[in-house]
């Protein structure tokens, strides 16, 4: 069976936009692949956290994946910090890495630029991505696509060591989803939804009440036109609307168009607004079971006992093919 591994940052709720572009496509992924899914906490302290507020969010994160419907018998979910083979890997991919192929991250010139003082893990952070992919033999990473450029760069780590050393790691493929694959911030929808976004209204979290979820869906920037149809370049809004209905009812983005021929954006957004309350009050009521379980540490326990095992095993083949500790003699 194919191997999938993806992890999400714990910094704040998940937004709409993650669960249609990711927590979605791993629900259906689980039935057909072999699946790790990460809470990647130490990515998240590349920019300054506030403690409590971290532990909150990780333990939210894995609340709202396992309430969005992984199931803890078919993939394994756990937190990066409690496999330290992780970091292992990610200081041995460190060292195969080049500064200039950092430096060339675009998220790394997005949020270092202005600022006078840069953690150097926003420099460094990549190669430990790499090796989160890389410790569970994954074939396929799915992504949205402005994360292609570190699935790249994994993929060239994972080659370089291969040439360099010894064939340890396969060469992970990237999977960006067609449809739903990036949902746009409902205020700017040049700009991708964000849960970091200022502007509260941007963005819809996976916890936002009903009542909330239509506020911001009818006050979401289209044009003047009143017409729905899909077309990106010149109508962000209303595009962005219909990928996010489409994304979740299952109707195509065609059928739609002809379902609000000649009729106003009034009608069309309560509608768009109610789709997403039908998909995120199951989520949200199954959440509240979970938030303060002890299932939810049971089964995050055996999430990183699982993971550990198959990661520790990738992890003593890369530091043999280095040269890295003793090779113990067999005793007589």
């Known amino acids: 069976m194919e191997v999938i591994f993806s992890g999400i940052q714990p910094s704040g709720t998940l937004t709409l936009g993650n669960y249609l572009g990711a927590l979605k496509q791993f629900v259906e992924l689980q039935d057909d692949y072999e699946c790790y899914f990460c809470i990647v906490d130490e990515h998240a302290i590349t920019v300054p956290q506030n403690r409590l507020e971290l532990r909150k969010n990780i333990r939210s994160l894995a609340a709202l994946y396992l309430a969005s419907g992984i199931d803890p018998k078919k993939a394994t979910l756990f937190i990066q910090s409690e496999v330290p083979a992780h970091t292992q890997l990610g200081w041995i991919m460190q060292s195969i890495s080049y500064i200039g192929e950092l430096e060339r991250m675009t998220q790394f010139k997005d949020k270092s630029q202005g600022k006078e003082a840069v953690s150097s893990a926003l420099l460094t ?18 992504v949205g696509d402005d994360q292609k450029q570190h ?122 607004a109610n789709a997403v309350i039908q998909v995120l009050q199951p ?9 303060d379980s002890d299932m939810l540490d049971d089964i995050l326990d055996e999430g990183a006992e699982k993971a550990a095992y198959v990661a520790n095993k990738t992890l003593r083949k890369a530091k043999k093919a280095m040269g890295l500790g003793r090779v113990k003699k067999k005793k007589k």
């Open 125 to 142: 952070y990549p190669p430990l991505m790499a090796a989160d992919i890389l410790l569970y033999q994954t074939n396929i990473v799915p």
């Open 151 to 272: 699935l790249e760069l994994t993929r060239d780590l994972a080659q370089r060591f291969n040439n360099r050393y010894n064939e340890v790691f396969t060469i992970p493929e990237i999977r960006i989803p067609k449809v739903g694959a990036r949902i746009m911030s409902l205020q700017d929808p040049t700009k991708k939804m964000s849960k970091s976004d200022t502007n509260e209204r941007g963005f819809i979290s996976m916890l936002d009440e009903p009542k909330r979820i239509e506020k911001k869906i009818k006050s979401a920037v289209t044009d003047s036109d009143g017409v729905v149809k899909y077309d990106k370049e010149n109508k962000p809004g209303i595009s962005n609307l219909l990928t996010i209905y489409s994304s979740c009812t299952g109707e195509s983005i065609e059928s739609l168009e002809a379902k609000y021929e000649g009729k106003g954006y009034g009608e069309f957004k309560q509608d768009v």
């Open 283 to 291: 989520i949200q009521e199954r959440y509240k079971e979970l938030i």
